[in-house]
């Protein structure tokens, strides 16, 4: 597990996917691609959303991207 998005010390709600997942998503948004497009990349690289679907969609990346997890990787990563 990435130490940016560790769960040791936390309460709450866990890690909707992969840390390896998250951090995908965050540097593409921090590269500057929209939402449609990383859903694009998502599927061409075959990518399971966080509820094992096979496709994305900009509203999946946008969700991510507002939670906790992401939040946090993104001050770190930018």
């Known amino acids: 597990m990435s130490p940016?998005?560790?769960t040791a010390s936390?309460?709450?709600r866990p890690p909707c996917c992969a840390p390896e997942v998250l951090a995908?998503?965050?540097g593409l948004r921090l590269q500057g691609l929209s939402l449609a497009a990383i859903s694009a990349v998502l599927n061409t690289d075959g990518v399971l959303t966080p509820t094992s679907r096979?496709?994305?969609t900009?509203?999946?990346v946008d969700r991510l991207l507002h939670t906790r997890f992401a939040q946090e990787f993104m001050d770190v990563a930018g």
Do not use: A, E, M
Request: glycine share 6%; aromatic share 6%; hydrophobic share 35%.
């Open 4 to 6: 940016l998005v560790s």
């Open 10 to 12: 936390r309460r709450g």
């Open 24 to 26: 995908k998503v965050v």
């Open 54 to 56: 096979s496709r994305w």
């Open 58 to 60: 900009k509203s999946h």
